[in-house]
Structure formats: structure tokens, C-alpha cells
């Protein structure tokens, strides 16, 4: 198993410390009830002397932020495969009521042995920030984050399709779709521009695959795909013309 620990006593104080620990379990409760191909189990989750752990699934692979790398980037194909188990694998959830919050390339596990592909940190991705500002705000990953997750609103499992677009356009690009150097520069950019187009960047990207990040990377979420299931079959479509 893999077991991630979290200082819980130190990061919260008294009546913070109190609804901290029962988000916690909330949360690693309802990511234990996931049972996916491409996610990775929880098994278990307690405290011990102020520490807070989660046990999981250990998984052998490379996260794929280390194919973010513009001299390693995965074929186009390759990665428009992997984005689509992500979505299917996100459907699930969604299905389930567990959304993720935080999907980015270093939360997908990619085996390059067997081309599977793993979503880690279900649920507890919130719990094991350091850099929370007292409105929630991850300040970490704030450049995967949709509109809707910025302005501290509500959130469905249509932000974690914003996400995975945010992902699979760094997969493919080997930049990010908005980038700034200060954090409220890069909330504009995230919630007004949109991303520049990739088709006849590289070899592999057909023209199909700008209308599926523009969909995904909607500013609303009513007008991104409808669920996970409809952006694989979108995604699948476009690897076969990758």
C-alpha cells in the first residue's frame, strides 16, 4: 500500500482542527467507495497522534506531469487515450457524488508498461495542501482550476472536466493553456481568454482536438460536455485520427 500522511493537528486549530477531521473521513469515505480500473483504492483512513493517513493502492507508474516536459511529450495519440480513460474513469465518480477538485498531470499515474493509467488523491486532495488561503483556494494548482472553483462556488463534476482539459492541453502543447507570474493575473486569464489553438502545432493533433479542448475549457459549465462518458467518446473519436 501506499500511505500518504497529513499533520492535521499542526495545519488546524480547535474549531478548525474539529471540522478539518470530519472532512477528512467524509471524504475518504466516499473515495473509499470508488471501485475503478483507473482509480486508485482507498483502503483505510485513521489518525495517530496528530497525524491523519490515508492507506492506498500502491501503483508502480510516472505522473504524467513528467510528460509535460516539451522534450517528452507522449505521441498525441497516446495522450488523447489516456485523457479519455480519465474521463470515463471521472464519469464513474461523478456518478458516485465524489468530484475530485484537483486533476492535473501529477495526479494521473501513467505505466507505460501496460498504457494504464491511474487517478490518485481522490478526496483527499483538498486535505493535503499546504498553501490554502481561508476561502479555500489551493494556491499550488491554481492554473488547472475551472471559473467556477476560483470564485469559491459550488462545484459539480463539470470542473474536473475543465481540468482534465487544462491537462490534456499541457500533454499536449507541453505548456499550459493560461499562464501568468501572479496569481490574480492568471484568475483573469483562466475566467476571460481563451486557450490558443494546438492543430498544426505537432505532428498527430487533427483539427477535431481544438473543439474538444474549447468544449472542455468552456468558461461556463453549461456549455462544456455534458459528463465524462460524452468527453471520451469525443476523445476516442479524435485518437483514431491522431
Same mark, same amino acid.
Given at each position: ?47 495517530? +497522534? ?15 506531469k513528467d510528460f509535460t516536459d516539451p ?16 474521463? /470515463? ?20 499515474? &501513467?505505466?507505460? +508498461? ?38 469559491? /462556488? ?14 490534456? &492541453? ?22 476571460? /481568454? ?20 474549447? +468544449?472542455?475549457?468552456?468558461? +461556463? ?22
Amino acid at each position: 500500500v501506499a500511505v500518504k500522511a497529513i499533520p492535521i493537528e499542526q495545519e488546524f486549530e480547535d474549531e478548525e482542527l474539529k471540522e478539518a477531521r470530519q472532512r477528512f473521513y467524509r471524504e475518504a469515505e466516499s473515495a473509499g467507495r470508488l471501485t475503478h480500473p483507473n482509480i486508485i483504492t482507498v483502503y483505510d483512513a485513521g489518525e495517530d +497522534k496528530g497525524l491523519a493517513y490515508i492507506a492506498m493502492e500502491y501503483v508502480p507508474g510516472i505522473p504524467l506531469k513528467d510528460f509535460t516536459d516539451p522534450t517528452r511529450l507522449l505521441a498525441p495519440k497516446r495522450a488523447f487515450e489516456l485523457a479519455a480513460a480519465t474521463a /470515463e474513469a471521472l464519469d464513474y465518480a461523478h456518478n458516485q457524488g465524489v468530484i475530485h477538485r484537483d486533476i492535473k498531470p501529477a495526479n494521473l499515474l &501513467y505505466n507505460p +508498461k501496460d498504457a494504464s493509467l491511474k487517478i490518485s488523491d481522490f478526496g483527499v486532495a483538498r486535505m493535503t495542501d499546504n498553501n490554502r488561503t481561508k476561502t479555500g483556494i489551493v494556491l499550488g494548482t491554481p492554473m488547472y482550476m475551472s471559473p467556477e472553483q476560483l470564485g469559491a /462556488e459550488n462545484l459539480t463534476g463539470l470542473s474536473d472536466l475543465f481540468s482534465l482539459g487544462v491537462t490534456l &492541453y499541457e500533454l499536449l502543447a507541453g505548456e499550459a493553456p493560461f499562464q501568468a507570474t501572479n496569481i490574480a493575473v492568471l484568475m483573469t486569464k483562466i475566467t476571460t /481568454e481563451d486557450p490558443t489553438p494546438l492543430a498544426g502545432r505537432r505532428r498527430g493533433i487533427p483539427p477535431a482536438a481544438d473543439a474538444i479542448l474549447a +468544449k472542455a475549457m468552456a468558461k +461556463k459549465p453549461d456549455d462544456r460536455f455534458s459528463c465524462g462518458a460524452e468527453m471520451a467518446i469525443a476523445l476516442r473519436d479524435c485518437a483514431r485520427f491522431a
